[in-house]
């Protein structure tokens, strides 16, 4: 993973999650938690591809794991968003541009109903059965809801940040400035090849006075 992903991944997530945890979870929405969280990593997923998103889902996940108030086994969240950020890879176009807000919706519902599907699953294979006396069915309709209505204001957001990020103009202008100093590199050996261009410039111009002149001459015989 590049280092610029990184720089720009890292401080995406835990302000996510600090908003989850601090803002959100606070409110007590009737069933689920929206997920900020889930939404940055499909919104960084969808520009850096499944690999990028399956990384990035799995660092978020397991920060989440291990972060206050967590009640959960270490490694639950992490396995849950690095699956769902490596499927939500899958859905980057080809040319990085997005033709409508369809498909970016589609993936926010599934994504949040196979998150909570798969949470609770992984959470039944350690012995956790609180999914069951929540409600699944209405977890999974209040967490799509949620996370649907809160989208358009996030995932927008994270991926421009992370295509301006991609594009990295600070590395374009430091390749720019290696090109430009490699290329003054060559013309110097500096200052005798460039001598040497002068001096032959020197003798081309002269060589060009002396026909002109020469030129002139026959024609003043001619006359």
């Not at 908003?19 to 919104?43: C, F, K, M, N, W």
């Not at 397991?62 to 939500?88: E, K, S």
């Not at 589609?106 to 992984?122: E, I, R």
């Not at 959470?123 to 609180?130: E, K, Q, R, S, Y």
Request: glycine share 12%; net charge positive; hydrophobic share 55%.
């Amino acid at each position: 993973m590049r280092v610029n992903r990184i720089l720009l991944s890292v401080p995406l997530v835990v302000v996510a999650l600090v908003i989850q945890v601090s803002v959100l979870a606070r409110l007590h929405l009737p069933g689920a938690v929206p997920d900020l969280l889930l939404l940055t990593v499909l919104g960084l997923a969808l520009v850096y591809g499944h690999v990028g998103g399956a990384l990035v889902g799995f660092g978020a996940g397991l920060l989440a794991d291990i972060a206050p108030p967590a009640d959960h086994a270490a490694g639950r969240y992490a396995l849950v968003l690095c699956v769902v950020g490596y499927l939500a890879g899958l859905a980057k176009p080809d040319n990085g541009r997005l033709r409508s807000a369809t498909g970016p919706m589609a993936v926010v519902v599934v994504a949040a109903v196979g998150t909570t599907l798969l949470y609770a699953g992984v959470g039944a294979l350690v012995g956790d059965t609180a999914a069951r006396h929540v409600g699944l069915p209405g977890l999974l309709f209040t967490a799509a809801l949620y996370d649907l209505l809160l989208a358009p204001f996030v995932v927008p957001g994270v991926m421009a940040l992370a295509r301006r990020a991609e594009n990295d103009p600070l590395a374009e202008a430091g390749s720019t400035a290696q090109a430009a100093d490699i290329s003054s590199g060559w013309l110097s050996s500096g200052t005798g090849l460039r001598i040497g261009q002068q001096r032959s410039g020197l003798r081309v111009k002269a060589a060009r006075a002396r026909v002109a002149r020469a030129g002139r001459i026959k024609g003043v015989k001619r006359l």
